[in-house]
């Protein structure tokens, strides 16, 4: 199954599809107990969410899960496997041929934990943007979303909020972030560039080409990460913002399975 026959099906066992004002609300009213939002379709946002299945629901402005990962453009270590959950999502990967010599390769990442996520009960709206966040009252935030396919903002509240974005909702972390990697793809294997930590997209794009230019080995780019790979200088990073909600970035984990084993041993919602 493609990406797009996937997002137009949405439903396996839990949720997983492109933002509507109407389904995120229905996700948010099921069950009992407080609802979390989790910002950030990360590896470390799946393994919370999956540990915590009836109280979380996951928020992605793209198209990709774990797209700290799966849009790189690497073939990376899958990482150690702990918990329950990490032993059976790597031996997922291994059933489904998506690791090689060791590695994961990562192009098809992004639609094989769609699946897994959803298969595992997890709800996931994607294609939308946090424009908006308020403490109307203690213990709860107001949340404005707007969704691509969908006009005005929506606005919905929840009892708890935990940013796993690389930067950070409006960039409130881009200052912990110390570098970053822009990579292609050639017929001759992956190439990368290192950035500087301001670098955007235009900057980064000009630097890979140039890096690429100057090696004249005879390679062709065949294609270009969909993102970047960000260091934070080795440090753990965790804030509790002034706004009260938590950022703790996925891209700071440097496997898949170490971050999507963080997510599910972490549970303070303080």
């Known amino acids: 199954m493609n990406r797009r026959e ?17 389904a995120f609300a229905s996700a948010l009213a ?9 910002l950030g379709g990360s ?10 299945p009836n109280e979380t629901v996951v928020l992605e402005r793209g ?38 010599d060791g590695k994961v390769e990562l192009p098809p ?4 934990m769609s699946e897994f996520f959803a298969a595992h009960g ?11 966040v308020e403490t109307p009252r203690r213990g709860s935030f107001r949340l404005g979303i707007f969704g691509s396919a969908y006009t005005g903002v929506k606005t919905f509240t929840v009892d708890s909020f935990l940013d796993t974005t690389p930067t950070g ?36 794009r000009i630097a890979l080409h140039e ?24 440090a753990k990073v965790e804030r509790k913002t002034s706004a009260g909600f938590v950022w703790k970035p996925s891209a700071q984990y440097s496997t898949l399975l170490d971050a999507f084993e963080e997510g599910v041993a972490w549970n303070t919602m303080s």
Request: glycine share 12%.
């Open 6 to 22: 996937f997002l137009k099906r949405g439903v396996i066992a839990g949720v997983v599809a492109a933002f509507s004002p109407e």
């Open 30 to 38: 099921q069950g009992q107990g407080r609802k979390t939002l989790v």
């Open 43 to 52: 590896a470390f946002a799946l393994g919370y969410a999956l540990s915590h």
């Open 63 to 100: 198209i990709l899960l774990a797209p700290e990962f799966s849009a790189t453009g690497d073939y990376a270590e899958p990482g150690a496997a702990k918990s329950p959950l990490g032993r059976e999502l790597l031996a997922a990967l291994e059933k489904c041929g998506l690791l090689r």
């Open 109 to 112: 990442l992004a639609d094989f």
């Open 122 to 132: 997890g709800r996931a709206f994607l294609n939308a943007e946090l424009v908006s």
């Open 169 to 204: 909702w409006r960039d409130l972390g881009a200052d912990a972030v110390k570098a970053k990697v822009f990579r292609a793809i050639t017929d001759r294997g992956a190439f990368a560039a290192e950035l500087p930590a301001d670098a955007d997209w235009h900057r980064a």
């Open 211 to 234: 890096e690429f230019a100057r090696r004249g080995d005879g390679a062709r780019i065949l294609a270009e990460a969909n993102g970047f790979e960000y260091s934070y200088g080795g």
